[in-house]
Each structure stands twice: as C-alpha cells, then as structure tokens.
C-alpha cells in the first residue's frame, strides 16, 4: 500500500527558509514514478508547486517543474535511496503560507504539512 508521510513544516518569518521531506513507501523504489508538491491555502483549491517526472535521461534522469511563483525561490530534489522526496524551500513569502502536501500519481496523497510564513 502506497504511504506518503510528509514532514518539516512549521513557523518561519518572511526571508527564512524550511526544507520539506515526503518519505514514500509501499513501493521497492520511487525512483522512476513522478512526485510532486501541491499547496492549499485557506479557502483556496489545492494548487501545483513543483514536480518531478523520470525520463531516465543522464546525467539528470528526472525532468523538473515549478509554479512561477516560487522559480527561483523553491527546489524539488529526491533521495532515491531513502525513497523521499524533499522542497527546500527559501526567501519564504506570508502568501507561501499554506498545507503542503506530496502526492505522486496523482492518486496518492499525504496528509500535508502546516507551512505559515510571517509578515
């Protein structure tokens, strides 16, 4: 059974960093499935941030998508050893505030993690 288990949310002031972690299981290895990040804000739908799809190319086997508002600023890598997915996560806005969740296929989703940036 697929397990999403995300972590290492929690309260930052704007201009400050946190690194998110989503441990998967239930699978021998993630290495070739797509993973990603979504966000829900309060009162607001569940929206894309960033994604990472194997094409098995190399050096850089995975293909790499951000929302526009967080290039530059957000960075989606995975240990494939450890079969987690991470969001680092910098140069944090208030409007970054939200619950972040880890979803892969887009069928399995974690239980999100509470981000709040203050002003």
């Known amino acids: 059974q697929v397990q999403l288990v995300e972590s290492g949310g929690g309260l930052v002031r704007a201009g400050g960093s946190l690194k998110l972690s989503c441990a998967a299981s239930?699978?021998?290895?993630?290495?070739?499935?797509?993973m990603a990040w979504f966000r829900q804000a309060p009162g607001e739908g569940r929206k894309f941030v960033a994604g990472?799809?194997?094409?098995?190319?190399?050096?850089?086997?995975?293909?790499?998508l951000y929302e526009d508002s967080v290039k530059g600023r957000f960075t989606i890598s995975r240990d494939n050893a450890k079969n987690t997915v991470y969001l680092q996560m910098n140069s944090l806005k208030p409007e970054d505030t939200a619950v972040y969740y880890c979803?892969?296929?887009?069928?399995?989703w974690g239980q999100g993690t509470q981000v709040t940036v203050s002003s």
């Open positions: 239930g699978r021998p290895s993630y290495s070739s499935y797509a």
């Open positions: 990472l799809s194997y094409t098995g190319n190399k050096p850089n086997p995975d293909n790499i």
């Open positions: 979803a892969t296929g887009a069928t399995y």
